[in-house]
């Protein structure tokens, strides 16, 4: 496994190193004090999730202000979308994803045991015109 290297020019790691579980898997984003380089960034965020089949999230999320990219390195994968059309999408090859916009409420549930990586990002303009970026909205907000 390639250990973990923060520069600010150059960093290099494996994103299932055991040191990201403190983030939930978010190796990169606001979450990590400047120090670490240029894993620690206000304007993306980059998840590595492992997920066991049926594993599933509790309850909907999506009441922050980021667009999301999940794509399926491996497995079987289920988001719902209970207020949008399409309602379902599984992605059930490797490289299938899903995007959403902001605060597009979602679940999810792993039908296989599934790698997923996430990418989130604020975009330029939010949909109430304002513009933002991940350090504002995560402050006082969940990992």
């Known amino acids: 496994m ?3 290297t923060d520069g600010d020019r150059i960093a290099t790691g494996n994103a299932m190193d ?5 983030c939930r898997g978010w190796f990169i ?3 990590w004090e400047p120090d670490v380089g240029l ?5 993306v965020e980059v998840k590595w999730s492992n997920h ?5 999230k509790i309850g909907v999320s999506g009441r922050d202000g980021t667009t999301s990219l999940a794509v399926l390195v491996s497995g079987s994968f289920l988001f719902t979308f209970p207020d949008e059309d399409p309602a379902e999408v599984t992605l059930g090859s490797q490289g299938d994803y899903v995007m959403y916009g902001p605060s597009v409420l979602h679940t999810w549930k792993a039908l296989e045991d599934s790698i997923v990586m996430t990418v989130r ?6 949909p109430d015109g304002s513009q933002g ?3 504002d909205i995560k402050r006082g907000h969940r990992v």
Not at 39 to 43: A, E, K, W
Not at 52 to 56: E, I, P
Not at 121 to 126: A, K, R, S
């Open 133 to 135: 970026n991940l350090t």
């Open 2 to 4: 390639l250990r973990i």
């Open 52 to 56: 066991v089949a049926d594993s599933q």
């Open 39 to 43: 894993r620690c960034s206000g304007v």
């Open 29 to 31: 984003g606001p979450f």
């Open 121 to 126: 990002w604020v975009p330029e303009i939010l």
């Open 18 to 22: 055991s040191a990201f579980n403190s």
